[in-house]
């Protein structure tokens, strides 16, 4: 069922000669008009335009009009503010021939990638970083810094490729192209707005309802849908609120079978789900879907190395919703926003909340085995430190950075040196921002999801599949980057405010569930089954060559996990980037 993909999309602009820009290859998963030196017509666009109803109707847009047909009218109405206007994964470039101006807007959510690179001779645009790297050299370059984050698992700023002179536009933001300059700049962030302040969690929870519900609202258009069901509250929140809101609507759940490996089996909570929301239920036997199992050893395109080693699993449910001649799949991705907040113990204490986090905290440690000393430095000292320490104390404390999650064992001293360099040094949020808002802005900025969502678009694409991920929606993130942090977390428990909307509509198990199940064991068998290969690609690694893995401390540390010594399963992220360079880099 996968198929091969499509040249990637290559746009170039002499500015200082052509009068319109050349148009190169077809990518037949997205929208791409063809036009010559109009006064304004889309080059590109792909996914989808969610408030089209509210917009046809703000603008006098007949319904039946394209999703492009109501881009033109909006960009026609108010050029600098058309992207302002959309809600949804749409991401575009917009000719204006009048002007002599090109527009390239990436969506809110990053699900669409748009990589550029502006040379003295002309602007390069493409939807694949290695597309411009190629015309630019026929020996492109490495960006070394991205590639030894990659390797120590640390999230790269969202503008950078693995490619020196080729850059993505980032997630929210536009690049306006005209004869005389380039601007890059952002035309939304998430950014913390006033407070909610509602009278109880009822009322967030019925709030949090309506904010799901215009973010599903727009699926409707696609008639059948394939959701994935699992144990845990993010794509079964958003199948229970698209049957309350659409219950006519056609849903087709999928989730993972693996009764060899009951730890990871989600098959009996999906069947669950699937049996209270009235949803058909198809299982993928996924026992064996572990890191290198495919012929092709990783799942990867020219662009980047996987991000997850769960892309086999994932090639697994895309074959199946292909098969059931299903061509939109709505997931939980982006639901870890809800997860930003670890403990809210800290604004508690700073508004003199004093007795309900007495509270919250005998309640966490009656249910959890968590150390005192552990809760007074997770709940109360690392997010303090993080909103307001010094700049001078995170340049030298690089722990209290967001981003950083340590180095690996394997990192040679100058992949250290590089991976330090590109740490921030300044909180993305506001000095007066609580602690725990902060922390939810900065996980934003800092937790990889955009990059993961993306790359499985990608992935999708070759079976033909759109992805959508309600979740990621500007209009819900906004929402829950305004909560108090105790609608997120409370005496531990993670998602309070998704709990308390869904609740008496999902299953109770579903509900109450603190630990989701993951294919973390089907991880860990396969990294050890194969052995074979991961030890011959652990010698005479380029990785080694390039200054970046001591391929002695990387076997080493590989022979424990083999040893049963311990689960870090970090070593995968070297044998990720190593076969992505001898694939893309011979």
Known sequence: MQRQSAPPLLIIWTRLHAEFPEIRNKDSHTSIRECSGEELCILWSSGFIMNREELCTQSRISPQASDEEILVTLYREQPDRAADLIAGAFAF?????????????????????????????AIYLSTHAQAIASQLSQAPRLNLKKLALYVNETVAPDSWTYYENVRQIEAGARLECTRTGVAHGHYWRLTPGKLFRLKNDEEYAAAYRERTKEAVSGLSRFGKLAITLTSGLDSNSIAASLRSNYPELPLSGFT???????E??????????????????TGVLSDEMWPLSDPDEITCNGDEPPLSYFT???????????????THLVQGGAGGIFESVRMAYADLLLTGNWMQMFRQIGQHRRRSTITFQKLLRAGFISPMLR????????????????????????????AITLVRETLPSTAIAPMMVLPGRAQL??????????????????????????IHCPLSDHRVQEFVASLPPGQLVRAGVQKIIVRNAYSGVLPDEVINRTVKITPGKIAFRGLRAESGKILAIMKGMRLSDLGIVDETALRHHYGKFLDGAHNDTAFFYAIAAELWLRRHFS
Request: hydrophobic share 40%; no cysteine; net charge positive.
């Open 441 to 466: 802005i900065q996980t934003v900025y800092s937790w990889p999801y955009r990059q993961v969502i993306a790359q499985l678009s990608r992935q999708a694409s070759r079976f033909g599949v759109w």
């Open 264 to 281: 990871s089996n989600e098959w009996e909570p999906g069947k669950q789900v699937a049996r209270v929301l009235g949803i058909p239920l």
């Open 256 to 262: 993972t079978a693996t009764p060899g490996t009951p």
């Open 312 to 326: 086999e699993r994932w090639s697994g449910i895309l074959a199946a919703v292909r098969s059931n001649e299903l």
């Open 387 to 414: 909103a307001y320490a010094p700049v001078y104390l995170k340049r030298r404390l690089p722990r209290l950075n967001p981003r950083y999650n340590g180095m690996v064992q394997w990192l040679k001293p100058e």
């Open 93 to 121: 470039v917009l000719w204006d021939g009048r002007r002599q101006r090109m527009l390239a807007v990436r969506d809110r959510a990053g699900i669409n990638t748009i990589h550029y690179s502006v040379r003295p001779e």
